[in-house]
Each structure stands twice: as C-alpha cells, then as structure tokens.
C-alpha cells in the first residue's frame, strides 16, 4: 500500500521543481527578450546567472541539476544557438554556487558580489574556451566584454532589490 506522505511529499517536490523550471524559463525568454532594446542590442546580461546565484545562496532552494539542464537545452533549441552551450553555463553556475571552494570567500553579505563575479568569471570562461575550441576561431571579444560588465553591473543591483524586499516582508511579519 503507498503511504499518502510519500505521495504528497513527491507531488510536492515535483510542483516546486515546476514552478521553478517555468520562472528559470521566464528569465531566461526575459533575457533574450532585452537584446530588443537598444541599450542591450550588442548582448545581454545574464539574468539567469544572477536568479540561479541568488536562489542558491539567499533562498536556499537548489535547483536540480535536470532542471538547469532542460532550461538549457530548450533555450538552445528555441534559440538556435550552440546545442549544449548554454547548460553547461547554467551547470557550472550551479555547481560553483554551491561548492565549498567559494563558501570561505562569502561569508557575509558584502562579499556577494565578489563570491559571484568569481564564479561568474570561471564559469564563462570555460564555456567561453569550449566555444573557441570547437569553432576554432576567437569571436569579437567586445560583446564579450559588453556581456561580462552589465552582468556583473546588473547583479548588485538584483541582489539589493531582494534583500530591500526580504527586509520589508520581514517587518511586515513582526
């Protein structure tokens, strides 16, 4: 006989993997959605990159690994870019995230984005080679640049938003 605990804990655990596949979908479509603007037509800043980071270390929920991986792959399909760029990017995100080599760098809060310009960093940086590597050719480096700089401009910004709206909500609760 199947225990209804079990069954509702798996329900549970299978609509907030959803919920969050389809926010990580959004993002990732909202990112895309940017280069429309002028400001952003050269490339746009990594907005899933800084909404993977934030949920990780301020929120506590880790994604799964498949999820990232589908969000990746569905957007490389939808888009027509590379097959398989874009998850290993969200991939390494995820893994540096929560590793235990950049716990010690983060260790309040005013260390975030130091913590996350490294992890951003390395992870670009090898997508970026893997791209070189099987182009066989180094693109124009000054949408990199461009790509690089308003993602890490962008970020603290989104994580004083949170914490801006993590502090309300907590005075509302008291």
């Not at 969050?20 to 959605?33: A, G, M, Q, R």
Request: aromatic share 20%; charged share 10%; glycine share 2%.
């Amino acid at each position: 006989m199947i225990n209804n605990q079990n069954v509702i804990y798996l329900l549970n655990k299978f609509s907030k993997n959803f919920i969050f596949f389809i926010c990580l979908f959004f993002v990732i479509n909202f990112e895309k959605s940017l280069s429309f603007f002028p400001l952003f037509k050269i490339a746009t800043p990594s907005l899933i990159s800084v909404t993977i980071y934030i949920s990780i270390k301020k929120l506590n929920m880790k994604p799964s690994y498949l999820i990232l991986f589908l969000v990746g792959f569905l957007n490389d399909i939808i888009l027509g870019s590379d097959l398989g760029s874009t998850p290993i990017f969200l991939l390494l995100i995820k893994f540096f995230s929560e590793g235990y080599l950049f716990n010690n760098i983060n260790k309040n809060d005013h260390q975030d984005w130091i913590a996350f310009t490294v992890i951003f960093l390395i992870s670009f940086c090898i997508v970026f080679f893997i791209y070189i590597i099987i182009n066989l050719s180094l693109p124009d480096l000054s949408p990199v640049f461009y790509y690089v700089g308003t993602t890490l401009i962008i970020f603290p910004l989104a994580n004083i938003s949170f914490d801006f709206i993590s502090f309300i909500t907590s005075l509302l609760k008291n």
